[in-house]
């Protein structure tokens, strides 16, 4: 796949919604409907005591699990100030997220380190970190991930470059599969200045990694 048709994917992702129920959002009905039969399909009893509500509450935790797939994160971008005097790195360091990989819909989570250089807009620091959350709130592999919130940095404040890192640890090779506890998938998207310029994207990873 081509750099271009890669950005390209990732703004379409980043944009998706609605598509889960008619009315948008999650259909919990039908997701607690699912969760009964596969309990019964592993040998469960979905009426026992401990199980009698187990389909509701994952319905209820799916809907926040997956609300990035029914909101626009670049929504949040549009908020931001003008700022002609500052062109210097930004950077937001070790935010916290959890998102669901979509081979098996397990948990990963972790940190990402996000960074852009601006050209007269920036963003407040909250949006750097409410966008991180609200993309991670879908089914999807890490890569994509990384790539999409470097795009839409690009795209929603016009800058003249982006870098994302994410570092996170995978359940689904911690706790089945290869089963190695302690692993981390490091990803990493450059965009603008950050590709095309070396010594700004070590400036990026050098301040990242706090030296």
Do not use: W
């Amino acid at each position: 796949m081509t750099r271009a048709r890669a950005a390209s994917r990732s703004r379409r992702d980043g944009r998706r919604n609605n598509a889960a129920a008619p009315g948008g959002g999650v259909d919990k009905r039908a997701i607690a409907t699912a969760v009964t039969s596969i309990l019964r399909a592993i040998g469960e009893d979905p009426h026992r005591e401990g199980l009698a509500e187990t389909p509701r509450r994952i319905a209820d935790a799916y809907e926040e699990l997956f609300a990035g797939l029914h909101a626009d994160p670049m929504q949040l971008l549009t908020v931001g100030f003008e700022e002609d005097e500052h062109k210097e790195m930004v950077i937001v360091k070790d935010i916290p997220f959890a998102s669901l990989c979509e081979h098996h819909l397990m948990p990963f989570h972790g940190v990402a380190h996000v960074g852009y250089i601006p050209d007269g807009r920036i963003a407040g620091i909250s949006k750097i970190a409410r966008l991180v959350e609200l993309v991670a709130k879908r089914p999807q592999v890490q890569e994509r991930l990384t790539a999409t919130v470097a795009d839409m940095l690009m795209e929603g404040l016009r800058a003249k470059g982006a870098a994302v890192v994410i570092e996170a640890t995978h359940l689904c090779m911690t706790i089945r599969g290869v089963k190695k506890p302690g692993s981390r998938v490091v990803t990493s998207a450059n965009r603008g200045l950050f590709r095309e310029n070396p010594s700004t994207r070590a400036e990026f990873v050098a301040l990242v990694r706090g030296s």
